[in-house]
């Protein structure tokens, strides 16, 4: 009988410089004609992303939730919400994403849970002093009667971060009352985790997206602020209920768990944090893979700004030798094109900046058609939470989430064959993907052209520096080691320069040779050179 070996697969660090595209499930394409995004529309549009050039797949949640928050508010952590489908049909998703070449990253959320999670039910039901209530923050009022929240947290989506119940005690939500905060403290939640780690791994998925990585430990004792704005605090410092020491501890163990399956399962936080450094503590060897560079996003469209974010963002991940990551564009923020004016010429140009730095890419369902933030949705059709709340955040995150269209001159656009449960702007015709494909001055070719060099290039992906070179003001030089140069007219006029190579892999927009030796670099202009 021949002896059996174990084979310890190759190693690829697949992660270190991976495209990774964001679907937010509702808004992606719909399956069953109800309006409303599924996994069936998910799998049937996967050959598309797969030719669109990323290596992975993030989806959003698409587990069972009450959609108090878009999915957020989780009520089964194994189960799948009939809006979206059935578990056969997410294991249909990854059988034929892993076919076609790609990974499937999902989204957990550890920090809270719906207010119909099982274990939260039950703690109202069992009343004061019992130990399921343990498993999350409930505590008795202040005040005389106890009628005044136990601290003066705040709730990011506005308002207190309490709720009172009728029994008189009162729970922690950070974001809203449908939201319970769980407490890490207790071994339960900690070990209820990691079965949940195993039970989806053990489906196949490549890795999971941490929602608020940053705020699963509270400071002993739930300390009060002792401020009064205190959403103007956020990513500035640390707080008692953010970015506490013990949540290293959680990862730690989280890696082990990642570290039992073949095929280099990954962990990305989402972890805002007052530095990048801070930033960085998540990614130690023995933590998490990934996190979102969020410094980046935040960068407007200056030279100077983003080469310091640039440079701070791959100088705090060296030490801990952990990627850095770029994004420009999410489901919780105004779309680049919107949001760095300059139109559909400044986002491109932000994309090929960003795709040429070294780490892992961040993409965001829709911005390869160059969507811009839908402004005028009526209040009527709103369904982010944090709308409805007054001082909590902008409460319009509902613009970056309209589907995406996909074909046809009128909406919904081929999205699917029932509406859309966001409507789509009148004039979304011209940016279709049908539109789009096969014209060479699109935003889609852009992107898949960029892709496509990304992936065979030798300067492209990999790596942890840039090497700056001298450049007008305004203007971004940097040369990857391997032969390629990245220009960037940050400016609103044409700027003429030396040309930095011998010729040009790819632009943002045409630029006009002014003679063999100098190039006319526009406005609101990325190019990428062979040296």
């Known amino acids: 009988m021949t002896p059996q070996h174990n084979v310890t697969p190759a190693t690829t660090d697949w992660w270190r410089n991976a495209v990774i595209y964001q679907v937010y499930p509702r808004s992606f394409a719909d399956g069953n004609g109800d309006g409303m995004g599924d996994l069936a529309g998910i799998r049937s549009r996967l050959p598309y992303l797969r030719d669109l050039g990323v290596d992975a797949v993030w989806l959003s949640p698409f587990y069972a939730s009450p959609q108090a928050d878009a999915g957020y508010d989780v009520a089964d952590y194994r189960a799948i919400d009939p809006m979206f489908g059935t578990l056969p049909d997410a294991e249909a998703v990854l059988t034929e994403a892993h076919r076609l070449g790609l990974r499937i990253i999902v989204d957990l959320v550890p920090n809270h849970c719906s207010d119909q999670h099982e274990w939260f039910r039950r703690g109202l039901a069992e009343g ?205 923020v105004v779309r680049h094109r919107t949001r760095l004016g300059g139109g559909l010429a400044r986002a491109r140009a932000a994309t090929l900046l960003m795709l040429a730095l070294p780490g892992s890419a961040y993409l965001y369902q829709g911005e390869e058609l160059g969507l811009p933030e839908v402004t005028d949705l009526p209040d009527e059709v709103r369904q982010d939470p944090s709308f409805f709340r007054a001082a909590g955040q902008e409460g319009l995150r509902d613009g970056c989430r309209v589907p995406i269209p996909w074909s046809g001159d009128v909406a919904p656009y081929g999205f699917g064959t029932g509406g859309s449960w966001l409507p789509q702007p009148a004039d979304w015709a011209a940016l279709t993907v049908e539109a789009q494909t096969g014209d060479p001055d699109s935003t889609l070719e852009l992107y898949r052209t960029a892709l496509s060099l990304r992936r065979t290039h030798p300067a492209l992906g990999a790596g942890e520096s840039v090497e700056w070179l001298d450049a007008p003001d305004g203007v971004l030089a940097l040369r990857r080691p391997g032969g390629l140069v990245c220009t960037v007219n940050t400016t609103q006029a044409p700027v003429r320069l030396a040309a930095p190579g011998t010729r040009i892999l790819l632009s943002s927009r045409q630029l006009g040779l002014s003679d063999r030796d100098f190039a006319l670099l526009p406005a609101d202009t990325t190019v990428w050179w062979q040296e």
Do not use: C
């Open 128 to 332: 004061p002093g019992s130990t399921i209530r343990e498993r999350f923050h409930f505590r008795k009022g202040r005040g005389e009667n106890g009628e005044l929240p136990p601290n003066d947290w705040e709730s990011l989506f506005g308002g207190p971060a309490w709720t009172r119940v009728s029994d008189g005690e009162w729970y922690l939500h950070l974001f809203a009352p449908e939201q319970p905060d769980f407490n890490w403290d207790h071994p339960a939640v900690r070990d209820e985790f990691r079965s949940v780690l195993r039970f989806w791994l053990d489906l196949g998925v490549d890795g999971f997206r941490v929602d608020v990585a940053h705020g699963l430990v509270k400071a002993p004792g739930l300390p009060d602020m002792g401020h009064g704005e205190q959403l103007k605090l956020l990513g500035n410092q640390v707080l008692p209920f953010f970015d506490q020491d013990g949540v290293h501890d959680i990862y730690r163990s989280w890696r082990t768990v990642l570290d039992e399956y073949a095929g280099e399962r990954i962990a990305v936080a989402e972890a805002w944090t007052p530095t990048v450094e801070r930033t960085a503590l998540y990614l130690r060897p023995d933590e998490l893979h990934q996190a979102f560079n969020f410094h980046y996003l935040n960068t407007g469209w200056d030279a100077a700004a983003l080469r310091e974010a640039i440079d701070t963002s791959l100088d705090a991940m060296r030490p801990v030798s952990a990627p850095t990551t770029w994004v420009l564009s999410n489901h919780d």
